[in-house]
């Protein structure tokens, strides 16, 4: 086991490692295999070589930050641990994807959504899967928007299922294109959030940004483009098989769902459900799952989240409570 020692100079290392050490506590946690102690502006560090050079790079990343804003929060750090490199950063130091309209920077705000953005880095294929509000949607798009305007794909394409959620789309007025919007908007608002209006409105004229029904997806090869199938959860099995065999040689897959707000017809299966059990294991596929600690609405809406979950929980309980006591009166009667 090697140990060394980092002197660290040109901070208030009080501020620095937080009210009762507890940002020092907190970055601990981050290494677990390595003994890191403190003594005044000096911390002693012991473990393997590897480690140790990880821990002399986050902490750079960790002092960079504090010189230039003068503070440190437990976001702070989970957001600068999960960097992989040099990238633009804003001031709580989460990854900018794109600037939106008006200059605004759209970023990860939270763990899950920095691993989401690192997943479709890594991966050609990603499943995002939480609940209402996390930001799967945006945070996809946003990537989207960020590879077109690399030149890394050279299109967009966004999708969803036309699943009628206690509405009919056939007493909807308009024609079809007027008909289907409604169940498209999402999409179009994040679009609208990073991209002016104007130029929106001829990337979707030209075809470079293409928003339509899944089933819209059907005989097509997708390559060279970032392709998001949102609200997955509303696809049927076969729907989702027909999209996932659309992925051209170079084109970027990523589906989002929330597997609590199911509206396909009674005992119909979902095909994300289905999905990702059966490539769970797939290699080069990744999968991310946002909880409620990732929702980034209004405040009511995690505990709105919080309500009807457990409403539902205690409503499963209460039904195992039932089909038990059925159970033993069924035993009793035979006696």
């Known amino acids: 086991m090697l140990e060394k020692k ?18 020092l506590k ?19 560090i012991a473990g393997d070589d590897e480690v140790m050079q990880e821990f002399e790079r986050k902490l750079e990343l960790l002092l960079a930050h504090f010189n230039e804003y003068n503070a440190l929060t437990e976001n702070n750090i989970d957001n600068l641990m999960l960097d992989e490199g040099p990238t633009m950063l804003s001031s709580d130091g989460s990854e900018i994807l794109v600037h939106g309209n008006g200059g605004v920077k759209i970023k990860a705000k939270t763990v899950n959504q920095r691993k989401l953005v ?26 989207a928007v960020r590879a077109l305007k690399a030149k890394e794909v050279k299109r967009i394409i966004l999708t969803r299922p036309a699943v009628e959620a206690g509405e009919n789309l056939g007493f909807l007025p308009g024609d079809l294109k007027e008909k289907l919007d409604p169940y498209l908007m999402p999409l179009y608002d994040a679009l609208r959030d990073m991209i002016p209006p104007e ?31 949102d609200e997955a959860q509303n696809a049927t099995v076969m729907q989702m098989k ?14 989002t769902g929330d597997m609590s707000q199911v509206d396909l017809p009674h005992r119909q299966r979902s095909g994300l459900a ?23 609405r209004h405040t009511l809406v995690k505990r709105i989240v919080d309500a009807f979950d457990k409403a539902e929980q205690k409503e499963k309980e209460e039904s195992i409570a039932r089909k038990q006591a059925e159970e033993q009166n069924d035993k009793k009667s035979k006696r």
């Not at 970055?27 to 890191?36: A, D, N, T």
């Not at 690192?118 to 990537?143: E, S, W």
Request: aromatic share 10%; charged share 20%; glycine share 8%.
């Open 6 to 23: 980092i002197e660290i100079d040109g901070v208030n290392i009080a501020a620095f490692f937080g009210v009762n050490n507890s940002n």
């Open 26 to 44: 907190y970055i601990r946690s981050f290494f677990p295999k390595l003994k890191i102690n403190a003594r005044g502006n000096e911390l002693t």
């Open 118 to 143: 690192q997943a479709v880095n890594k991966h050609d294929m990603v499943f995002a899967v939480g609940p209402a509000g996390t930001g799967k949607t945006y945070t996809a798009v946003a990537l």
């Open 199 to 229: 130029k929106l409105a001829d990337m979707i004229e030209f075809g470079i940004i293409e928003i339509a029904p899944l089933a819209f997806m059907r005989g097509r090869t997708l390559d060279k483009a970032f392709v998001i199938l």
């Open 242 to 255: 027909m999209f996932l065999t659309r992925m051209g040689q170079t084109a970027q897959f990523v589906i």
């Open 274 to 296: 289905y999905a990702l059990d059966i490539l769970n294991d797939v290699e080069g596929l990744g999968i991310v799952r946002l909880t409620q600690s990732d929702v980034i």
